[in-house]
Protein backbone atom coordinates (compact mmCIF):
# COMPACT_ATOMS: atom_id res chain seq x y z
CA UNK A 1 0.00 0.00 0.00
CA UNK A 2 1.20 3.35 -0.79
CA UNK A 3 2.96 5.22 2.08
CA UNK A 4 1.20 8.52 1.26
CA UNK A 5 -2.39 6.78 1.49
CA UNK A 6 -1.77 4.96 4.57
CA UNK A 7 -0.69 7.74 6.61
CA UNK A 8 -4.04 9.28 5.44
CA UNK A 9 -6.17 6.40 6.81
CA UNK A 10 -4.22 6.61 10.21
CA UNK A 11 -5.26 10.10 10.02
CA UNK A 12 -8.98 9.66 9.37
CA UNK A 13 -9.19 6.78 11.89
CA UNK A 14 -7.82 8.53 14.72
CA UNK A 15 -10.33 12.02 13.78
CA UNK A 16 -13.08 9.26 14.41
CA UNK A 17 -12.16 7.11 17.45
CA UNK A 18 -11.21 8.55 20.80
CA UNK A 19 -7.15 8.81 21.70
CA UNK A 20 -6.63 7.36 25.35
CA UNK A 21 -3.98 9.19 27.80
CA UNK A 22 -0.40 7.91 26.35
CA UNK A 23 0.92 5.20 29.11
CA UNK A 24 4.49 6.85 30.73
CA UNK A 25 7.16 5.46 32.90
CA UNK A 26 5.31 5.95 36.57
CA UNK A 27 7.02 9.42 38.48
CA UNK A 28 9.45 8.29 41.34
CA UNK A 29 6.92 9.85 43.74
CA UNK A 30 4.19 7.16 42.37
CA UNK A 31 4.98 4.67 45.03
CA UNK A 32 4.41 6.99 48.00
CA UNK A 33 0.84 8.12 46.62
CA UNK A 34 0.34 4.67 45.79
CA UNK A 35 -0.27 4.21 49.98
CA UNK A 36 -3.64 6.31 49.34
CA UNK A 37 -5.02 3.98 46.87
CA UNK A 38 -7.57 1.78 47.89
CA UNK A 39 -9.61 -0.95 45.83
CA UNK A 40 -13.51 -0.53 46.85
CA UNK A 41 -16.43 -3.08 46.25
CA UNK A 42 -19.86 -2.20 46.88
CA UNK A 43 -22.81 -4.61 47.88
CA UNK A 44 -26.16 -4.36 47.96
CA UNK A 45 -28.85 -5.89 51.42
CA UNK A 46 -28.25 -9.46 50.01
CA UNK A 47 -24.07 -9.48 49.83
CA UNK A 48 -24.29 -9.35 45.93
CA UNK A 49 -21.63 -6.75 44.84
CA UNK A 50 -22.85 -4.25 42.98
CA UNK A 51 -19.36 -2.73 41.51
CA UNK A 52 -15.84 -1.93 41.89
CA UNK A 53 -13.09 0.77 41.59
CA UNK A 54 -10.98 3.00 43.04
CA UNK A 55 -10.71 4.78 45.99
CA UNK A 56 -8.17 7.55 47.96
CA UNK A 57 -7.53 8.83 51.47
CA UNK A 58 -7.83 12.42 51.50
CA UNK A 59 -7.31 13.02 55.08
CA UNK A 60 -5.58 11.43 58.30
CA UNK A 61 -8.97 10.71 59.69
CA UNK A 62 -9.88 7.83 57.28
CA UNK A 63 -11.67 10.00 54.79
CA UNK A 64 -11.95 8.96 51.28
CA UNK A 65 -13.12 9.78 47.96
CA UNK A 66 -15.18 7.45 45.11
CA UNK A 67 -17.28 7.41 42.44
CA UNK A 68 -20.50 8.31 43.18
CA UNK A 69 -22.02 5.57 41.16
CA UNK A 70 -19.96 2.30 42.69
CA UNK A 71 -22.21 3.14 46.30
CA UNK A 72 -25.36 3.76 44.95
CA UNK A 73 -28.09 1.60 46.15
CA UNK A 74 -25.48 -0.04 48.16
CA UNK A 75 -25.85 -1.35 51.67
CA UNK A 76 -22.31 -1.96 52.93
CA UNK A 77 -18.52 -1.31 51.25
CA UNK A 78 -15.30 -2.68 51.93
CA UNK A 79 -11.87 -0.95 51.05
CA UNK A 80 -8.44 -2.85 50.38
CA UNK A 81 -5.45 -0.75 51.46
CA UNK A 82 -1.86 -0.32 49.93
CA UNK A 83 -1.07 -3.39 52.16
CA UNK A 84 -3.78 -5.73 50.47
CA UNK A 85 -5.69 -5.42 54.32
CA UNK A 86 -9.54 -5.35 53.71
CA UNK A 87 -11.53 -2.42 56.33
CA UNK A 88 -15.16 -1.58 56.40
CA UNK A 89 -16.66 1.33 55.16
CA UNK A 90 -18.08 3.26 58.34
CA UNK A 91 -20.06 5.85 57.29
CA UNK A 92 -20.99 8.09 54.02
CA UNK A 93 -19.44 12.11 54.70
CA UNK A 94 -21.46 13.47 51.73
CA UNK A 95 -22.33 12.87 48.15
CA UNK A 96 -22.72 14.50 44.81
CA UNK A 97 -24.71 12.69 41.93
CA UNK A 98 -23.65 15.64 39.36
CA UNK A 99 -19.82 14.63 39.33
CA UNK A 100 -20.43 11.29 40.74
CA UNK A 101 -18.30 11.49 43.60
CA UNK A 102 -19.26 10.50 47.06
CA UNK A 103 -17.13 10.48 50.14
CA UNK A 104 -16.67 8.18 52.95
CA UNK A 105 -14.96 7.21 56.36
CA UNK A 106 -12.83 3.76 56.60
CA UNK A 107 -13.03 2.21 59.77
CA UNK A 108 -10.02 1.10 62.18
CA UNK A 109 -7.40 2.39 59.63
CA UNK A 110 -4.11 3.12 61.80
CA UNK A 111 -2.46 6.20 60.31
CA UNK A 112 -4.03 6.19 56.86
CA UNK A 113 -2.03 8.54 54.09
CA UNK A 114 -3.45 10.87 52.66
CA UNK A 115 -3.01 12.36 49.50
CA UNK A 116 -1.46 15.48 49.65
CA UNK A 117 -3.48 18.59 47.79
CA UNK A 118 -1.83 21.15 45.90
CA UNK A 119 -1.83 24.35 47.08
CA UNK A 120 -1.95 25.71 43.54
CA UNK A 121 -3.71 24.90 40.36
CA UNK A 122 -2.26 23.49 37.62
CA UNK A 123 -1.33 25.59 34.67
CA UNK A 124 -2.86 25.40 30.79
CA UNK A 125 -0.40 22.85 28.95
CA UNK A 126 1.59 21.16 32.67
CA UNK A 127 1.69 17.48 32.80
CA UNK A 128 -0.82 15.60 35.01
CA UNK A 129 -0.55 11.97 35.86
CA UNK A 130 -3.20 9.34 36.88
CA UNK A 131 -3.47 7.07 39.16
CA UNK A 132 -5.05 3.99 40.22
CA UNK A 133 -5.37 1.35 42.60
CA UNK A 134 -3.10 -1.68 41.87
CA UNK A 135 -1.90 -4.61 44.16
CA UNK A 136 1.25 -4.57 42.33
CA UNK A 137 3.91 -1.65 41.96
CA UNK A 138 2.77 0.64 39.72
CA UNK A 139 5.66 0.92 36.93
CA UNK A 140 3.34 2.63 34.44
CA UNK A 141 0.66 5.07 34.43
CA UNK A 142 -1.11 7.49 32.26
CA UNK A 143 0.10 10.89 31.85
CA UNK A 144 -1.69 14.43 30.01
CA UNK A 145 -1.92 17.92 29.41
CA UNK A 146 -3.82 20.70 30.66
CA UNK A 147 -6.10 21.75 27.81
CA UNK A 148 -8.76 24.28 29.25
CA UNK A 149 -9.79 25.14 32.83
CA UNK A 150 -13.23 26.49 33.53
CA UNK A 151 -15.43 26.68 37.13
CA UNK A 152 -18.29 24.55 38.00
CA UNK A 153 -19.57 24.36 41.15
CA UNK A 154 -19.71 27.78 42.69
CA UNK A 155 -16.10 28.43 41.18
CA UNK A 156 -14.01 24.85 41.54
CA UNK A 157 -12.16 23.70 38.83
CA UNK A 158 -12.86 21.80 35.99
CA UNK A 159 -9.96 20.57 33.67
CA UNK A 160 -10.03 19.23 30.17
CA UNK A 161 -6.86 17.25 29.37
CA UNK A 162 -5.28 16.32 26.19
CA UNK A 163 -6.27 12.60 26.20
CA UNK A 164 -9.05 10.48 27.44
CA UNK A 165 -8.39 7.74 29.78
CA UNK A 166 -11.05 4.38 30.04
CA UNK A 167 -13.50 4.11 32.56
CA UNK A 168 -12.06 2.17 35.20
CA UNK A 169 -9.75 5.10 35.98
CA UNK A 170 -13.33 7.22 36.55
CA UNK A 171 -13.15 9.11 39.62
CA UNK A 172 -9.49 8.22 40.07
CA UNK A 173 -6.81 10.64 41.73
CA UNK A 174 -4.99 13.15 39.17
CA UNK A 175 -1.64 14.14 39.88
CA UNK A 176 0.94 16.93 38.93
CA UNK A 177 4.35 16.65 38.40
CA UNK A 178 5.30 17.25 41.91
CA UNK A 179 3.00 13.98 42.79
CA UNK A 180 -0.03 16.74 44.74
CA UNK A 181 -3.30 15.97 44.34
CA UNK A 182 -4.95 17.95 42.12
CA UNK A 183 -8.44 17.14 40.88
CA UNK A 184 -9.97 13.28 40.55
CA UNK A 185 -11.13 11.81 36.82
CA UNK A 186 -14.54 12.86 35.31
CA UNK A 187 -16.51 10.14 32.55
CA UNK A 188 -14.38 10.97 29.31
CA UNK A 189 -16.27 12.23 25.54
CA UNK A 190 -14.60 12.00 22.74
CA UNK A 191 -10.84 12.57 22.70
CA UNK A 192 -10.61 14.57 25.54
CA UNK A 193 -10.20 13.60 29.22
CA UNK A 194 -11.93 15.83 31.58
CA UNK A 195 -11.21 16.17 35.73
CA UNK A 196 -12.85 17.74 38.21
CA UNK A 197 -10.68 20.08 41.13
CA UNK A 198 -9.49 18.85 43.92
CA UNK A 199 -11.21 21.74 45.88
CA UNK A 200 -14.70 20.04 45.05
CA UNK A 201 -14.23 17.77 47.71
CA UNK A 202 -14.86 20.64 50.40
CA UNK A 203 -18.68 20.50 49.21
CA UNK A 204 -18.88 16.77 49.50
CA UNK A 205 -20.50 17.38 53.17
CA UNK A 206 -23.48 16.63 55.27
CA UNK A 207 -25.94 19.83 55.49
CA UNK A 208 -29.10 20.02 57.94
CA UNK A 209 -31.18 22.20 55.26
CA UNK A 210 -30.04 20.84 52.00
CA UNK A 211 -31.25 20.77 48.30
CA UNK A 212 -33.74 18.07 47.12
CA UNK A 213 -31.12 16.90 45.07
CA UNK A 214 -28.28 16.57 46.99
CA UNK A 215 -30.85 14.43 49.73
CA UNK A 216 -31.70 12.18 47.10
CA UNK A 217 -27.93 11.57 46.24
CA UNK A 218 -27.67 10.45 50.32
CA UNK A 219 -30.58 8.83 50.74
CA UNK A 220 -29.51 6.52 47.90
CA UNK A 221 -27.02 5.42 49.66
CA UNK A 222 -28.48 2.93 52.18
CA UNK A 223 -25.38 2.96 55.06
CA UNK A 224 -25.27 5.05 58.06
CA UNK A 225 -24.69 8.77 57.09
CA UNK A 226 -21.87 10.89 59.08
CA UNK A 227 -22.82 14.68 60.77
CA UNK A 228 -22.40 17.94 59.21
CA UNK A 229 -19.03 19.93 60.22
CA UNK A 230 -20.53 21.84 63.33
CA UNK A 231 -22.04 21.10 66.41
CA UNK A 232 -25.31 23.40 65.86
CA UNK A 233 -25.66 22.30 62.60
CA UNK A 234 -25.58 18.50 63.29
CA UNK A 235 -28.00 18.85 66.39
CA UNK A 236 -30.43 20.80 63.66
CA UNK A 237 -30.04 17.68 61.50
CA UNK A 238 -30.00 15.17 64.01
CA UNK A 239 -33.71 16.82 64.92
CA UNK A 240 -35.03 16.47 61.49
CA UNK A 241 -33.76 13.55 61.12
CA UNK A 242 -35.03 11.73 64.20
CA UNK A 243 -38.43 12.33 62.60
CA UNK A 244 -38.31 9.63 60.51
CA UNK A 245 -35.47 7.03 61.30
CA UNK A 246 -35.61 3.63 63.72
CA UNK A 247 -34.59 4.28 67.14
CA UNK A 248 -31.49 2.03 66.12
CA UNK A 249 -30.73 4.54 63.53
CA UNK A 250 -31.14 7.72 65.56
CA UNK A 251 -29.39 6.29 68.62
CA UNK A 252 -26.21 5.70 66.00
CA UNK A 253 -26.49 9.65 65.07
CA UNK A 254 -26.38 10.58 68.86
CA UNK A 255 -23.94 8.14 69.71
CA UNK A 256 -21.75 9.61 66.62
CA UNK A 257 -22.25 13.57 67.89
CA UNK A 258 -21.36 12.66 71.45
CA UNK A 259 -18.32 11.12 70.37
CA UNK A 260 -17.34 13.97 67.67
CA UNK A 261 -18.63 16.64 70.25
CA UNK A 262 -18.19 15.06 73.93
CA UNK A 263 -18.11 18.65 75.12
CA UNK A 264 -21.73 19.94 74.01
CA UNK A 265 -24.30 18.94 76.86
CA UNK A 266 -27.15 18.84 74.52
CA UNK A 267 -26.08 15.53 73.14
CA UNK A 268 -26.21 13.61 76.59
CA UNK A 269 -29.92 14.72 77.35
CA UNK A 270 -31.43 13.90 74.11
CA UNK A 271 -29.65 10.71 74.04
CA UNK A 272 -31.11 10.32 77.53
CA UNK A 273 -35.21 10.57 76.20
CA UNK A 274 -33.99 7.73 73.68
CA UNK A 275 -32.35 5.49 76.06
CA UNK A 276 -36.03 6.26 78.30
CA UNK A 277 -37.82 4.79 75.47
CA UNK A 278 -35.50 1.95 75.17
CA UNK A 279 -35.66 1.57 78.89
CA UNK A 280 -31.80 1.38 79.20
CA UNK A 281 -32.58 3.78 82.45
CA UNK A 282 -28.96 3.43 84.23
CA UNK A 283 -27.47 4.94 80.58
CA UNK A 284 -30.23 7.46 81.01
CA UNK A 285 -29.19 8.46 84.19
CA UNK A 286 -25.45 8.52 83.24
CA UNK A 287 -26.30 10.77 80.40
CA UNK A 288 -28.03 13.37 82.48
CA UNK A 289 -25.77 13.43 85.48
CA UNK A 290 -22.96 14.33 82.07
CA UNK A 291 -25.66 16.90 80.91
CA UNK A 292 -25.98 18.46 83.95
CA UNK A 293 -22.07 18.57 84.29
CA UNK A 294 -21.51 20.28 81.38
CA UNK A 295 -24.12 22.57 81.04
CA UNK A 296 -23.39 26.23 82.03
CA UNK A 297 -26.92 27.39 82.51
CA UNK A 298 -27.09 25.14 85.58
CA UNK A 299 -30.81 26.38 86.07
CA UNK A 300 -31.73 25.30 82.75
CA UNK A 301 -30.34 22.14 83.17
CA UNK A 302 -31.88 21.09 86.97
CA UNK A 303 -35.35 22.00 84.77
CA UNK A 304 -34.50 19.42 82.36
CA UNK A 305 -33.70 17.10 84.51
CA UNK A 306 -36.68 17.53 86.30
CA UNK A 307 -38.72 17.84 82.81
CA UNK A 308 -37.64 14.27 81.94
CA UNK A 309 -37.80 12.67 85.24
CA UNK A 310 -41.27 13.63 85.25
CA UNK A 311 -42.76 12.63 81.55
CA UNK A 312 -41.28 9.40 82.24
CA UNK A 313 -43.54 8.90 85.20
CA UNK A 314 -46.22 10.40 83.20
CA UNK A 315 -46.30 8.90 79.97
CA UNK A 316 -43.89 5.35 80.91
CA UNK A 317 -44.77 4.58 84.55
CA UNK A 318 -43.94 0.52 84.11
CA UNK A 319 -41.46 -0.58 83.50
CA UNK A 320 -40.25 1.51 86.81
CA UNK A 321 -37.16 2.64 87.55
CA UNK A 322 -36.88 3.08 91.37
CA UNK A 323 -34.21 5.96 91.51
CA UNK A 324 -36.90 8.24 89.77
CA UNK A 325 -40.05 9.82 91.86
CA UNK A 326 -41.58 12.48 92.26
CA UNK A 327 -40.00 13.85 94.78
CA UNK A 328 -36.65 13.86 92.82
CA UNK A 329 -37.97 15.46 90.16
CA UNK A 330 -39.54 18.12 92.10
CA UNK A 331 -36.09 18.55 94.26
CA UNK A 332 -34.39 19.00 90.68
CA UNK A 333 -37.06 21.93 90.25
CA UNK A 334 -36.69 23.35 93.54
CA UNK A 335 -32.75 23.92 92.63
CA UNK A 336 -33.72 25.02 89.12
CA UNK A 337 -36.11 27.71 90.94
CA UNK A 338 -33.53 28.63 93.43
CA UNK A 339 -30.81 29.54 91.09
CA UNK A 340 -33.68 31.61 88.72
CA UNK A 341 -36.55 32.34 91.35
CA UNK A 342 -38.42 34.74 88.70
CA UNK A 343 -38.42 32.32 85.68
CA UNK A 344 -41.52 31.67 85.37
CA UNK A 345 -41.39 28.68 83.60
CA UNK A 346 -39.62 26.80 86.27
CA UNK A 347 -42.50 27.40 88.16
CA UNK A 348 -44.97 26.26 85.49
CA UNK A 349 -43.21 22.80 85.09
CA UNK A 350 -43.72 22.26 89.50
CA UNK A 351 -47.22 23.31 89.36
CA UNK A 352 -47.40 20.92 86.97
CA UNK A 353 -45.82 17.93 88.84
CA UNK A 354 -48.28 18.94 91.68
CA UNK A 355 -51.41 18.53 90.09
CA UNK A 356 -49.95 15.20 89.00
CA UNK A 357 -49.14 14.11 92.75
CA UNK A 358 -53.31 15.12 93.38
CA UNK A 359 -51.58 17.92 95.20
CA UNK A 360 -53.93 21.21 93.65
CA UNK A 361 -53.21 23.25 96.66
CA UNK A 362 -49.75 23.47 96.52
CA UNK A 363 -50.55 23.58 92.66
CA UNK A 364 -52.92 26.36 93.04
CA UNK A 365 -51.05 28.29 95.52
CA UNK A 366 -48.23 28.72 92.19
CA UNK A 367 -50.83 29.09 89.36
CA UNK A 368 -52.82 31.87 91.87
CA UNK A 369 -49.89 33.67 92.15
CA UNK A 370 -48.79 33.95 88.37
CA UNK A 371 -52.25 35.01 87.68
CA UNK A 372 -51.75 37.60 89.62
CA UNK A 373 -48.84 38.97 88.43
CA UNK A 374 -48.01 40.65 85.30
CA UNK A 375 -46.59 37.11 83.82
CA UNK A 376 -50.59 36.03 84.01
CA UNK A 377 -51.91 34.05 80.59
CA UNK A 378 -54.51 32.36 79.05
CA UNK A 379 -52.79 28.98 79.60
CA UNK A 380 -52.43 29.42 83.61
CA UNK A 381 -55.71 30.86 84.28
CA UNK A 382 -56.94 27.54 82.38
CA UNK A 383 -54.92 25.57 84.45
CA UNK A 384 -55.50 27.05 87.55
CA UNK A 385 -59.25 26.22 86.53
CA UNK A 386 -58.43 22.30 85.87
CA UNK A 387 -56.60 22.93 89.32
CA UNK A 388 -60.16 23.87 91.27
CA UNK A 389 -61.70 20.91 89.41
CA UNK A 390 -58.96 18.31 90.43
CA UNK A 391 -59.73 20.26 93.99
CA UNK A 392 -63.59 19.54 93.66
CA UNK A 393 -64.01 22.96 94.03
CA UNK A 394 -67.85 25.08 92.54
CA UNK A 395 -67.98 24.44 88.49
CA UNK A 396 -68.90 28.27 89.06
CA UNK A 397 -65.03 29.38 89.86
CA UNK A 398 -63.76 26.76 86.78
CA UNK A 399 -65.95 29.18 84.99
CA UNK A 400 -64.63 32.08 86.13
CA UNK A 401 -61.23 31.27 85.17
CA UNK A 402 -62.02 29.99 81.71
CA UNK A 403 -63.76 33.88 81.49
CA UNK A 404 -61.04 35.40 82.71
CA UNK A 405 -59.18 33.67 79.73
CA UNK A 406 -61.12 34.09 76.96
CA UNK A 407 -61.27 38.14 78.16
CA UNK A 408 -57.04 38.11 77.34
CA UNK A 409 -58.32 37.43 73.61
CA UNK A 410 -59.61 40.54 71.37
CA UNK A 411 -62.98 40.15 69.54
CA UNK A 412 -63.69 38.20 67.26
CA UNK A 413 -61.67 34.95 69.05
CA UNK A 414 -58.95 33.96 67.40
CA UNK A 415 -57.91 30.59 66.49
CA UNK A 416 -55.92 30.04 69.85
CA UNK A 417 -58.52 30.83 71.91
CA UNK A 418 -60.79 27.99 70.45
CA UNK A 419 -59.86 25.28 73.22
CA UNK A 420 -60.33 27.67 76.00
CA UNK A 421 -63.97 28.06 74.18
CA UNK A 422 -64.90 23.93 74.24
CA UNK A 423 -63.57 23.84 77.48
CA UNK A 424 -66.45 26.86 79.25
CA UNK A 425 -68.65 24.65 76.86
CA UNK A 426 -67.82 21.54 78.64
CA UNK A 427 -68.17 23.27 82.34
CA UNK A 428 -71.46 24.58 81.35
CA UNK A 429 -73.03 21.20 80.59
CA UNK A 430 -71.63 19.84 83.58
CA UNK A 431 -73.91 22.73 85.46
CA UNK A 432 -76.87 22.32 83.46
CA UNK A 433 -76.49 25.29 81.33
CA UNK A 434 -77.21 23.41 78.30
CA UNK A 435 -78.17 26.69 75.58
CA UNK A 436 -75.44 28.52 76.65
CA UNK A 437 -73.13 25.13 76.33
CA UNK A 438 -74.56 24.70 72.46
CA UNK A 439 -73.64 28.18 72.00
CA UNK A 440 -69.99 27.58 72.94
CA UNK A 441 -69.55 24.74 71.11
CA UNK A 442 -71.14 26.48 68.51
CA UNK A 443 -68.64 29.24 68.78
CA UNK A 444 -65.83 26.36 68.81
CA UNK A 445 -67.22 25.47 65.41
CA UNK A 446 -67.18 28.59 63.67
CA UNK A 447 -63.53 29.59 65.27
CA UNK A 448 -62.32 26.12 63.23
CA UNK A 449 -63.64 27.21 60.45
CA UNK A 450 -66.06 24.48 60.54
CA UNK A 451 -63.73 22.41 59.81
CA UNK A 452 -64.35 19.40 63.13
CA UNK A 453 -64.74 15.83 63.47
CA UNK A 454 -67.86 13.25 63.82
CA UNK A 455 -67.00 13.21 67.88
CA UNK A 456 -67.91 17.24 68.09
CA UNK A 457 -71.07 16.67 66.04
CA UNK A 458 -72.32 13.60 68.40
CA UNK A 459 -70.93 15.60 71.77
CA UNK A 460 -72.94 19.11 70.30
CA UNK A 461 -75.98 16.81 69.51
CA UNK A 462 -76.47 15.40 72.77
CA UNK A 463 -76.13 18.64 74.53
CA UNK A 464 -78.96 20.29 71.70
CA UNK A 465 -80.77 17.17 72.96
CA UNK A 466 -80.87 18.06 75.98
CA UNK A 467 -81.57 21.47 75.91
CA UNK A 468 -84.36 20.60 73.87
CA UNK A 469 -83.24 21.70 70.49
CA UNK A 470 -84.04 18.52 69.02
CA UNK A 471 -83.95 19.74 65.27
CA UNK A 472 -80.47 20.70 65.41
CA UNK A 473 -79.79 18.02 67.32
CA UNK A 474 -80.97 15.67 64.24
CA UNK A 475 -79.35 17.70 62.07
CA UNK A 476 -76.26 17.38 63.88
CA UNK A 477 -76.01 13.19 64.72
CA UNK A 478 -76.82 13.11 60.69
CA UNK A 479 -73.49 14.89 59.87
CA UNK A 480 -71.37 12.74 62.99
CA UNK A 481 -73.15 9.88 60.81
CA UNK A 482 -72.10 10.92 57.76
CA UNK A 483 -68.58 11.16 58.55
CA UNK A 484 -68.93 8.02 60.27
CA UNK A 485 -71.43 5.82 58.78
CA UNK A 486 -70.69 2.54 60.77
CA UNK A 487 -70.37 4.15 64.50
CA UNK A 488 -72.64 1.76 66.97
CA UNK A 489 -73.18 4.77 69.34
CA UNK A 490 -73.83 7.53 66.64
CA UNK A 491 -76.53 5.21 65.14
CA UNK A 492 -78.00 4.30 68.84
CA UNK A 493 -78.04 7.87 69.65
CA UNK A 494 -80.08 9.17 66.64
CA UNK A 495 -82.47 6.11 67.23
CA UNK A 496 -83.16 7.03 70.63
CA UNK A 497 -83.68 11.18 69.28
CA UNK A 498 -86.27 10.00 67.01
CA UNK A 499 -87.84 7.92 69.14
CA UNK A 500 -88.19 10.85 71.76
CA UNK A 501 -89.74 13.43 68.66
CA UNK A 502 -91.86 10.78 67.51
CA UNK A 503 -90.50 9.86 64.42
CA UNK A 504 -91.76 6.25 65.18
CA UNK A 505 -90.68 4.77 61.89
CA UNK A 506 -87.62 6.55 61.17
CA UNK A 507 -86.48 4.95 64.75
CA UNK A 508 -87.32 1.88 63.63
CA UNK A 509 -85.68 1.63 60.58
CA UNK A 510 -82.24 2.77 62.06
CA UNK A 511 -82.75 0.37 65.12
CA UNK A 512 -82.67 -2.26 61.83
CA UNK A 513 -79.65 -0.58 60.50
CA UNK A 514 -78.02 -1.03 63.85
CA UNK A 515 -79.07 -4.53 64.07
CA UNK A 516 -77.08 -5.16 60.37
CA UNK A 517 -73.90 -4.00 62.27
CA UNK A 518 -74.63 -5.41 65.40
CA UNK A 519 -77.39 -8.73 65.91
CA UNK A 520 -77.24 -8.35 69.43
CA UNK A 521 -78.22 -5.05 70.48
CA UNK A 522 -80.61 -4.79 72.78
CA UNK A 523 -80.31 -1.25 72.75
CA UNK A 524 -82.19 -1.60 69.04
CA UNK A 525 -84.12 -4.38 69.82
CA UNK A 526 -85.71 -2.18 73.08
CA UNK A 527 -86.25 1.06 71.27
CA UNK A 528 -87.98 -0.80 67.67
CA UNK A 529 -90.01 -2.50 70.73
CA UNK A 530 -91.10 0.95 72.61
CA UNK A 531 -91.75 2.61 68.77
CA UNK A 532 -93.78 -0.41 67.53
CA UNK A 533 -96.03 -0.66 70.77
CA UNK A 534 -96.64 3.43 70.10
CA UNK A 535 -97.83 2.13 66.58
CA UNK A 536 -100.24 -0.38 67.94
CA UNK A 537 -98.14 -3.16 66.69
CA UNK A 538 -98.04 -5.46 69.94
CA UNK A 539 -96.87 -8.88 68.94
CA UNK A 540 -93.72 -7.38 67.15
CA UNK A 541 -93.62 -5.54 69.86
CA UNK A 542 -93.32 -8.00 72.43
CA UNK A 543 -91.18 -9.97 69.98
CA UNK A 544 -88.57 -6.96 69.74
CA UNK A 545 -88.58 -6.45 73.98
CA UNK A 546 -88.22 -9.95 74.59
CA UNK A 547 -85.40 -9.56 72.84
CA UNK A 548 -84.01 -7.11 74.55
CA UNK A 549 -84.27 -9.03 77.56
CA UNK A 550 -82.74 -12.09 76.59
CA UNK A 551 -79.92 -10.17 75.86
CA UNK A 552 -80.21 -8.73 79.53
CA UNK A 553 -82.29 -5.35 79.18
CA UNK A 554 -83.89 -4.83 82.59
CA UNK A 555 -85.65 -1.64 80.83
CA UNK A 556 -87.13 -4.15 78.80
CA UNK A 557 -88.14 -5.87 80.75
CA UNK A 558 -89.92 -3.02 82.50
CA UNK A 559 -91.56 -2.12 79.07
CA UNK A 560 -93.20 -5.61 78.50
CA UNK A 561 -94.54 -5.02 81.87
CA UNK A 562 -95.93 -1.43 81.92
CA UNK A 563 -97.59 -1.79 78.71
CA UNK A 564 -97.90 -5.37 77.31
CA UNK A 565 -98.70 -7.77 80.51
CA UNK A 566 -101.79 -5.32 81.78
Not at 149 to 157: E, L, N, R, Y
Not at 499 to 527: F, G, H, W
Request: glycine share 4%; with cysteine; aromatic share 10%.
Amino acid sequence: MNKKLLLLLIIAYQSITPLHAQEAAAPNWAAKAQKSLLAVSTYDQEGKQLGSGTAFFISADGDAIADYTLFKGASSAIVTDASGQKHNVQRILGADDTYSLVKFRVADVKKPTPLVKAKTPPTIDAMVFILKYSADKIKNCPSARIVESKQVADGKPYYTLSYATDETYTSAPVFNSAGEWIGTVQPSMGLNGYALGAEFAETLTIKAITTKVNNMALDAIHMPKGLPDSAEEALVYIYIKSQSMSNEDYLDLLNQFNATYPGNAEGYSRRATLLIDLQRFDEAEADMQTFLKLSDDKSFAYSKMADIIYTKLLYQPTPAYEPWTYDLALNYIDKAIELKPTLTEHKLLKAQMLMSKHDYDGALSIFDAINNSPARTPSTLYAASLAHEGKGDSLDIQIALIDSALATFSQPLPAEAANYVLRHGQLNALAGKYREAVNDYNQYCFINGQKVNATFYFDRARLETNARMYQQALDDIDKAISMAPNTLAFLIEKCGLQLRVNQLDECIQTANQILKLAPDSNDAYRMMGYAQIQKGETDLARKNLEQAAALGDNTAKEIIAKYLDK
